[in-house]
């Protein structure tokens, strides 16, 4: 069997490099985006920018963590008669909470617009509504296939909505269009659209038949499950996306997007942890019924040294040639940014354990503890942003999520230990050993002939 075939017939190499690619592709063109977006926009536009996706990030996750782990859990665990009720109940639910949300942001658009004294947030945000809705239905069929431990669809859907923003913005670069923060948001309305269209196609065949009734006791079980998923979710990214919201709040948006360039350069190196997450809590949920605690052990420390068998290497190339990655990456005017980048890379170290304790916690049902874990995280956060920015500026919201981070990872694993007796060790031990492993699984020896003596 060749190297297509050892790939295809293993779920983690086969899931794994589906995954792995949709979030180098995600990195590639969002980051390609940006390259050419700080070129044509001013900082103040660029800073406007980045707190309107940190803003509408939190309104996705609210929802999409309230619905999308419990989607695929029950979906994954139910038996087939029951599928039914638990994915029609669930769409229901997405139609109702997406229509909350959105009178939500129609009372918090002109709020937020005051707080940051950016008037185009407003009119950015009403638009965004358009492109929410659509979103949810996308997030809908993506939940029922990764439940059926698929992944063509997301990975397809994600690519399709990151060329076509890419393309919009590259094209405007090189022939000299004006690009407004209005056009990217109607942009991003077309892209999510169009990537439905996949979405739908790889999820179609696991769709059962829909029905319009609301079955409850699926609905307290799904929402029960979910809030505390919801609010982890929440938390967490608030906790990534309170340092630029504070410093467009106390400094200015232009400090936010400056912080936002050294964010995204070390998002480069977090990829690994990004695409191990979205294949861990499937396989979690599953292992979790039929193996217990050991199986789980195994499955964090695993996908943890998998992880930082990549992210270490990264980590060391980016922070060695910071200076001229950020030249490059950012132009001249951003020259500021490099203290920040080195600081962001130190504390990208920690994001593979913290990742993944989430992950593991929420695939065995352990949401409640989940939440206030991330709960304790963000407003010790907020508390550290607040003080440091106050005092050191830009800088002390580096330092505030660093330290936020070290105390998260102290935390965790003090639970990784006390619940499925998680080593610390053995994370480094599997990294070490994580290529020669990926090089047997794809070349694997053949067994010398044998012959019979007659």
């Known amino acids: 069997m060749g190297i297509r075939g050892n790939i295809t017939k293993n779920y983690w190499i086969k899931s794994g490099l589906l995954s792995l690619f949709q979030n180098i592709f995600n990195v590639a063109f969002g980051f390609g985006g940006f390259y050419f977006l700080i070129r044509v926009l001013s900082k103040e536009q660029y800073g406007t920018y980045v707190l309107f996706l940190a803003t509408v990030s939190i309104i996705e996750l609210t929802r999409n963590g309230l619905l999308q782990n419990a989607m695929i859990k029950f ?120 990537s439905t269209i996949p979405a739908w196609r790889y999820a179609r065949h696991n769709l059962p038949a829909l029905s319009l009734k609301l079955h409850i006791n699926w609905m ?16 967490a990214l608030l906790s990534s996306t309170i340092d630029q919201m504070m410093l467009g709040a106390l400094l200015s948006p232009a400090s936010a997007g400056k912080f936002n360039i050294a964010l995204r350069i070390s998002n480069l190196a977090n990829i690994p942890s990004n695409a191990m997450a979205t294949i861990v809590f499937p396989q979690g ?66 994001i593979p354990f913290s990742r993944q304790t989430g992950t593991i916690l929420e695939s065995v049902g352990k949401t409640k503890l989940n939440f206030y874990l991330v709960l304790f995280t963000g407003i010790f956060n907020m508390l550290l942003n607040f003080f440091f920015i106050s005092r050191w500026g830009v800088l002390g919201a580096a330092y505030a999520t660093l330290g936020t981070n070290f105390v998260f990872f102290g935390v965790s694993q003090y639970f990784n230990r006390k619940l499925f007796n998680v080593s610390l060790l053995n994370p480094w031990i599997y990294a070490i050993q994580f290529y020669p492993e990926i090089f047997r699984k794809l070349f694997p020896r053949k067994p010398a002939p044998r012959y019979e003596i007659k």
């Open 220 to 235: 307290k079980k799904m929402l029960d499950y979910g809030k505390y998923a919801m609010g982890t979710s929440v938390n």
């Open 285 to 350: 949920s599953k292992r979790a019924e039929t193996e217990g605690n050991t199986a789980l052990k195994y499955l964090y420390e695993k996908s943890v040294g998998s992880i930082l068998a990549i992210l270490v290497p990264a980590l060391l190339f980016i922070y060695i040639l910071a200076d001229p990655i950020i030249h490059f990456v950012a132009s001249e005017k951003y020259a500021d940014a490099i203290p920040l980048l080195k600081i962001t890379l130190i504390y990208s170290l920690f």
């Open 75 to 194: 979906i994954a665990g139910v038996e087939e008669r029951e599928k039914p009720a638990v994915v029609s109940t669930s769409l229901l639910i997405n139609l109702g909470i997406t229509s909350l949300l959105s009178l939500i942001i129609l009372a918090l658009a002109p709020i937020l617009s005051y707080v940051w004294d950016t008037p185009a947030i407003t009119t950015m945000l009403y638009l965004y509504i358009i492109a929410f809705f659509i979103s949810g239905i996308q997030m809908f069929f993506n939940s029922v296939e990764q439940a059926y431990l698929n992944f063509k669809g997301l990975f397809y859907c994600s690519f399709t909505s990151q060329i076509i923003s890419f393309a919009y913005i590259s094209t405007c670069f090189f022939l000299g269009i004006e690009i407004s923060l209005i056009s990217l948001v109607l942009v991003n309305i077309l892209s999510t659209t169009i």
